[in-house]
């Protein structure tokens, strides 16, 4: 079972159905409601663990009722949580979630702003097993220390950049660097993927790629970018559909997929979870994910 180790945040989401956004400040009715563990590196913790790698999360918590039901419904599905720490007299994060009848999503999220920084409790070498390590943008010192111990190690080192980094060494920091579009604008002031990729290329020798949405990923290093396009599907629930993505990445990575294979894996269990209202709660196993590329080759 291939070991992978994700550092960044766990949110409890209060997800909720509704048919259009609020418009104004009045009383809305959802047509559903669920309470689903969310953030960015526990989603991709569960989204590795159901397609059959062993995960493990380091995430800092406060100490409170929030964080023993997050922690609880990533144990329930197999992510070992031994690292995520809890820190008294903080609180863990939480989000509000609407979600339309087009599959996307509105999210409020808390995340308390004074939560310990400093990495110095993280481990001084990678866990025995461990065959890749990803993070996320939520906690950039301890995502940052984890990945140059990858490096140190000879092992993926993945970046979910959703936005501008605070510490732009980071993305240099990744073997693999997988941005959104709005994350490359940020960086480049680029509105063109392709064209805000390239110019993040230059000077760097690491993997680099752009998440599309349904239109794709652009992907490649040194310059030189390939596109995998997206799968067809009827999107219900876009919530998590990117950390699935990433989540999925890591597992093909670590697994030694070639990195055109292990998009095109990644694009493949982030649709399927787009089909399925719930955020992470759509996550699909290795089974049916293996199935979906095997039959549908209706790519955009």
């Not at 409020?108 to 866990?127: C, G, I, K, Q, R």
Request: net charge negative.
């Amino acid at each position: 079972m291939t070991h992978i180790l994700f550092i960044g945040i766990a949110v409890l989401d209060h997800v909720f159905r509704v048919d259009n956004f609020p418009a104004e400040p009045v009383k809305y009715r959802a047509r559903s409601y669920t309470a689903v563990g969310g953030g960015l590196a526990a989603n991709a913790a569960v989204a590795a663990s159901r397609l059959g790698a062993k995960a493990g999360l380091i995430t800092r918590l406060g100490d409170d009722r929030t964080a023993t039901e997050i922690v609880s419904g990533l144990e329930e599905e197999g992510v070992d949580c031994a690292m995520a720490r809890r820190f008294p007299n903080h609180g863990s994060p939480v989000s509000s979630v609407l979600v339309d009848s087009r599959g996307e999503r509105l999210v409020v999220n808390f995340s308390d702003h004074e939560m310990p920084d400093d990495p110095a409790w993280l481990p001084a070498t990678l866990p025995e097993g461990v065959r890749a390590v990803m993070g996320d943008q939520r906690w950039e010192a301890g995502s940052a220390h984890m990945f140059r111990l990858a490096r140190a190690a000879g092992m993926p080192a993945i970046l979910d950049a959703d936005r501008r980094p605070a510490d732009p060494g980071l993305i240099s920091l990744a073997t693999h660097a997988a941005l959104s579009a709005q994350a490359v604008r940020e960086i480049t002031g680029r509105d063109d993927p392709a064209a805000g990729l390239a110019e993040l290329a230059r000077g760097r020798d690491n993997w680099l790629a752009v998440t599309l949405g349904a239109n794709g990923v652009l992907f490649g290093r040194g310059g030189r970018f390939a596109h995998s396009p997206g799968f067809r599907i009827d999107a219900v629930d876009t919530l998590a559909a990117g950390d699935v993505w990433h989540g999925a990445l890591a597992v093909a990575l670590a697994e030694g997929q070639d990195e055109a294979a292990a998009v095109r894996f990644a694009s493949a269990a982030a649709a399927i979870k787009c089909t399925r209202f719930g955020g992470r709660a759509g996550a699909p196993r290795r089974e049916e994910t293996e199935h979906f590329l095997m039959t549908r080759n209706n790519t955009r």
